[in-house]
């Protein structure tokens, strides 16, 4: 296990007391103490290990993933604490991977129950009779001599932030005000604390000797992995929240602004971009909502048209729909408590909640029903479930789009697309074991007719067998038919390793920045999403890959001019690898300014 702990000055201060308030002339500095990447053996003088009554001691564990990772089975572990060796100015900040293992209900039937009581890391004095903990639920809590403190305890409500059985990424900042918490790259809690002094709890993480990882509260931690350990002393910033290997803290604010940010925006004044549907598809939406606090209505509003945007000609509208569980189609009102809205929102609270909460809204047709689900994480964690159903004739293209009053939203690009969604391991290409054979297993054929309004876009986590380097996806454009059609053609093959061929196959118009000595343990695991554009005859591909430990590679770009067909098709298939595909569809807002 590499354990770095990094001291570069002294103080003349006792170890783990912070800075007096602003007015000294010390600005608080980002430090990393400590970083533990379990890449080597456990070494027992720098990391201890226990198992709890009926559990496991911790081992090292390979992860398809991550490599080499940290596995606690109902145990846990323990390090000397690095903070109480420097000089604590206005916070405590740490970052991590971990996966949680769910564990089945007995009738095996209900939905798998997820550990968010057991804490993931805790301090503790000599003997435990004083602590702080957080757990995947993002509870926090302290007991000191000098006062207590919780927020986000799951036996008041369970927050979501941290699915089980997926890889997240997490960053945790606690302030002297308060705390934060994001999972991958997004922020899910931001606590402003006024009734309590968050410098306590500071102090007490830098003066305690040791830290726990899987330890800590009165539940023993289930079974979890965890990678990449790192803490800082003071407060991250959004270089080290973003997801490593993303592009940094430069990209955190690449929003589609709609509406302004000083609350003036008026009623129908301002509107997104229509994200257009055919047919029985989903539209998706990530977005953060800001609100002037007057009003419940003064969020966030959705609009499902014809296709088409307010003012265009021949504009019309199937339904407004309201973040405050109100809305209308034409006539007809559905009010909160009527049989289409169901929601769980505490109103007493709501406007405060709205402001700053993450939107994570999902727009789904069969036939002529539309069902629109929207998840809300306030800033504190807590999570509330929204729905609606729409029946009524429709057109075969519908469009949806975003607007506000009073309030205005900051669409995250990434999240939106018209297309289909995958569940993990839903809809794989090959078997899991990489044991797939030349041309034999293959993704649905996706149809395009003409020029691409927006990218149209595959993601899926590749997997491969680490034999050789084309052991990995491959992409193939056709003239629009499928393999089993009359009249099928190939335009271009694509492998992942920058080779091809076919008639629209030009070796030179290749690009990556790729490095062969490690592509293919970098592909095993990685995040993959391939854009396509069409304009006339000529075809553009863009190759984005992010590893398994965050690592992001330079762009694999090709282009092809003379593809003379209406029709492309496109489909993914593999050769000693597996796809776990996650999304296909049009990313309108992607590379948007």
Not at 380 to 406: I, K, P, Q
């Given at each position: 296990?590499?354990?770095?702990?990094?001291?570069?000055?002294?103080?003349?201060?006792?170890?783990?007391?912070?800075?007096?308030?602003?007015?000294?002339?010390?600005?608080?500095?980002?430090?990393?103490?400590?970083?533990?990447?379990?890449?080597?053996?456990?070494?027992?003088?720098?990391?201890?290990?226990?198992?709890?009554?009926?559990?496991?001691?911790?081992?090292?564990?390979?992860?398809?993933?991550?490599?080499?990772?940290?596995?606690?089975?109902?145990?846990?572990?323990?390090?000397?604490?690095?903070?109480?060796?420097?000089?604590?100015?206005?916070?405590?900040?740490?970052?991590?991977?971990?996966?949680?293992?769910?564990?089945?209900?007995?009738?095996?039937?209900?939905?798998?129950?997820?550990?968010?009581?057991?804490?993931?890391?805790?301090?503790?004095?000599?003997?435990?009779?004083?602590?702080?903990?957080?757990?995947?639920?993002?509870?926090?809590?302290?007991?000191?001599?000098?006062?207590?403190?919780?927020?986000?305890?799951?036996?008041?409500?369970?927050?979501?932030?941290?699915?089980?059985?997926?890889?997240?990424?997490?960053?945790?900042?606690?302030?002297?005000?308060?705390?934060?918490?994001?999972?991958?790259?997004?922020?899910?809690?931001?606590?402003?604390?006024?009734?309590f002094d968050f410098n306590k709890i500071i102090k007490f993480m830098g003066a305690v000797p040791y830290i726990y990882i899987g330890y800590g509260s009165d539940t023993p931690t289930q079974e979890w992995y965890i990678d990449d350990l790192t803490i800082y002393r003071n407060q991250i910033t959004n270089n080290e929240i973003k997801v490593p290997g993303t592009g940094g803290g430069e990209e955190e604010n690449n929003y589609i602004l709609v509406g302004n940010k000083d609350y003036t925006t008026g009623w129908w004044s301002t509107f997104s971009d229509v994200v257009s549907m055919k047919g029985n598809q989903t539209i998706?939406?990530?977005?953060?909502?800001?609100?002037?606090?007057?009003?419940?209505?003064?969020?966030?509003?959705?609009?499902?048209?014809?296709?088409?945007?307010?003012?265009?000609?021949?504009?019309?509208?199937?339904?407004?729909?309201?973040?405050?569980?109100?809305?209308?189609?034409?006539?007809?009102?559905?009010?909160?408590?009527?049989?289409?809205?169901?929601?769980?929102?505490?109103?007493?609270?709501?406007?405060?909640?709205?402001?700053?909460?993450?939107?994570?809204?999902?727009?789904?047709?069969?036939?002529?029903?539309?069902?629109?689900?929207?998840?809300?994480?306030?800033?504190?964690?807590?999570?509330?479930?929204?729905?609606?159903?729409?029946?009524?004739?429709?057109?075969?293209?519908?469009?949806?789009?975003?607007?506000?009053?009073?309030?205005?939203?900051?669409?995250?690009?990434?999240?939106?697309?018209?297309?289909?969604?995958?569940?993990?391991?839903?809809?794989?290409?090959?078997?899991?074991?990489?044991?797939?054979?030349?041309?034999?297993?293959?993704?649905?054929?996706?149809?395009?007719?003409?020029?691409?309004?927006?990218?149209?876009?595959?993601?899926?986590?590749?997997?491969?067998?680490?034999?050789?380097?084309?052991?990995?996806?491959?992409?193939?454009?056709?003239?629009?038919?499928?393999?089993?059609?009359?009249?099928?053609?190939?335009?271009?093959?694509?492998?992942?390793?920058?080779?091809?061929?076919?008639?629209?196959?030009?070796?030179?118009?290749?690009?990556?920045?790729y490095n062969w000595d490690t592509f293919r343990e970098q592909m095993n695991g990685a995040y993959c999403t391939i854009l396509l554009n069409r304009t006339g005859t000529r075809l553009d591909l863009t190759i984005k890959v992010v590893t398994a430990s965050g690592e992001k590679l330079g762009d694999y770009t090709y282009y092809t001019e003379g593809i003379t067909t209406n029709n492309i098709g496109i489909f993914l298939l593999v050769d000693g690898a597996s796809l776990d595909i996650r999304t296909v569809g049009y990313y309108p807002f992607l590379n948007k300014e």
């Open positions: 296990m590499a354990f770095l702990t990094v001291l570069t000055f002294s103080s003349c201060q006792d170890w783990g007391e912070s800075d007096p308030p602003a007015g000294n002339q010390i600005f608080p500095t980002l430090e990393k103490v400590a970083s533990l990447t379990f890449d080597e053996e456990l070494i027992p003088e720098e990391i201890q290990t226990f198992a709890y009554e009926g559990g496991e001691t911790p081992t090292l564990a390979t992860d398809d993933v991550h490599g080499q990772v940290l596995h606690l089975n109902n145990g846990y572990a323990r390090i000397s604490n690095p903070l109480n060796k420097v000089k604590i100015q206005n916070g405590v900040s740490l970052t991590f991977w971990m996966k949680q293992s769910s564990t089945p209900k007995a009738d095996s039937v209900e939905k798998p129950e997820q550990d968010v009581k057991g804490a993931l890391f805790s301090f503790q004095n000599e003997n435990g009779t004083q602590r702080m903990f957080f757990t995947a639920n993002g509870w926090l809590n302290y007991e000191g001599v000098d006062g207590s403190y919780e927020d986000n305890n799951p036996s008041d409500y369970k927050t979501g932030l941290m699915s089980a059985d997926e890889w997240h990424y997490v960053a945790v900042k606690i302030r002297n005000n308060g705390y934060e918490i994001y999972v991958d790259g997004l922020k899910k809690i931001d606590k402003e604390v006024s009734g998706h939406y990530g977005f953060y909502n800001y609100t002037n606090g007057a009003n419940n209505w003064n969020n966030w509003i959705v609009v499902l048209s014809n296709g088409k945007a307010p003012g265009a000609a021949g504009y019309a509208e199937y339904f407004v729909l309201r973040a405050d569980a109100y809305g209308w189609s034409g006539g007809t009102s559905y009010p909160g408590d009527g049989p289409n809205i169901t929601h769980n929102f505490n109103f007493d609270t709501f406007k405060t909640d709205m402001q700053g909460a993450y939107v994570d809204m999902t727009i789904k047709r069969t036939d002529n029903r539309i069902d629109l689900v929207a998840k809300i994480t306030t800033k504190t964690g807590l999570t509330y479930n929204y729905s609606f159903y729409y029946v009524g004739e429709m057109e075969e293209t519908v469009g949806a789009f975003l607007t506000c009053e009073g309030s205005y939203l900051e669409i995250v690009p990434e999240t939106v697309y018209a297309g289909e969604s995958y569940a993990a391991g839903s809809y794989r290409v090959g078997p899991a074991d990489c044991s797939a054979g030349w041309w034999a297993y293959f993704s649905k054929l996706s149809v395009i007719t003409g020029n691409t309004p927006s990218p149209f876009v595959h993601t899926f986590y590749n997997y491969t067998n680490g034999i050789n380097n084309w052991n990995n996806w491959l992409l193939v454009i056709t003239n629009g038919k499928d393999r089993d059609e009359a009249g099928y053609a190939e335009h271009l093959v694509l492998r992942a390793d920058g080779f091809g061929w076919g008639d629209a196959y030009v070796a030179a118009n290749i690009a990556h920045t």
